[in-house]
């Protein structure tokens, strides 16, 4: 098993470096581009983009609820979410970039403003996980880098800075350990052994069946369900659908 996860909060530099390379490959989009299939299944990238500019909304309303202490939930309901994803889908190139740009300043105005003492107020997830609000920043990353890849736009999980890869792939395996247990098909249990890194993991509590090699940012891919494990090696089990 891997050790329990990191909890440095995550530098608000290297989450605007991240979103700049996001935003430089949104420039990149024309409007036929917008209406093409991205990686996630049923969504077009318009689809990727409204959500990456109403996430940067959802976890600017958790800082608000930490600046405030009023509670603040990140979405005010599903419905809402997947119905604002829905309508700005279709929204020509230039409108999603416009969406974006001012989300992601608003995000990182706001936290660039906050004490240390309010990084460590309470708020809680979507799923009603109360976190400190400094895993915001973490939250926040994922969102970046995991759905930069989702565009199918050239970036890819190759791409990823080597630290976001050590901290994903880590979180990643022990995701898919509280995954598989809750699954209704056994998964038999597998070890994880990165070539590029020093990482090992394991999933599941019994002796591994298999074990499943290749670079660090490729089993994270794998894991998060963005790679069919074409790019590795060993006996691959059939995983549960990600969260």
């Given at each position: 098993?891997?050790?329990?996860?990191?909890?440095?909060?995550?530098?608000?530099?290297?989450?605007?470096?991240?979103?700049?390379?996001?935003?430089?490959t949104?420039?990149?989009?024309?409007?036929?581009?917008?209406a093409e299939a991205s990686l996630l299944p049923g969504w077009s990238r318009g689809h990727?983009?409204?959500?990456?500019?109403?996430?940067?909304?959802?976890?600017?309303?958790?800082?608000?609820?930490?600046?405030?202490?009023?509670?603040?939930l990140q979405y005010a309901s599903m419905y809402l979410r997947d119905f604002d994803i829905e309508a700005g889908a279709p929204r020509p190139a230039a409108e999603q970039l416009v969406d974006n740009e001012a989300a992601t300043k608003r995000w990182l105005a706001l936290a660039n403003s906050l004490t240390a003492d309010t990084w460590h107020a309470e708020v809680r997830t979507r799923q009603g996980r109360p976190i400190p609000a400094s895993e915001v920043r973490w939250m926040r990353l994922q969102e970046v880098e995991i759905h930069h890849v989702d565009l199918n736009a050239g970036y890819t999980?190759?791409?990823?800075?080597?630290?976001?890869?050590?901290r994903i792939l880590q979180q990643a395996t022990v995701d898919m350990n509280r995954i598989t247990a809750a699954a209704t098909e056994p998964v038999p249990a597998f070890e994880l052994r990165?070539?590029?890194?020093?990482?090992?993991?394991?999933?599941?509590?019994?002796?591994?069946?298999?074990?499943?090699?290749g670079t660090a940012p490729a089993l994270a891919a794998w894991l998060l369900g963005r790679s069919?494990?074409?790019?590795?090696t060993g006996d691959l089990p059939t995983l549960p659908a990600w969260k």
């Open positions: 098993m891997t050790s329990a996860l990191p909890e440095d909060p995550v530098s608000l530099d290297t989450l605007a470096e991240a979103t700049d390379r996001l935003l430089d949104m420039r990149k989009l024309g409007n036929d581009d917008v990727v983009l409204a959500h990456l500019a109403r996430n940067a909304d959802s976890l600017l309303n958790l800082l608000l609820w930490a600046h405030t202490g009023v509670e603040i999980p190759a791409d990823w800075p080597a630290p976001f890869v050590a990165a070539t590029d890194t020093d990482f090992t993991g394991l999933v599941g509590t019994d002796s591994p069946a298999t074990t499943v090699t069919d494990g074409a790019d590795l």
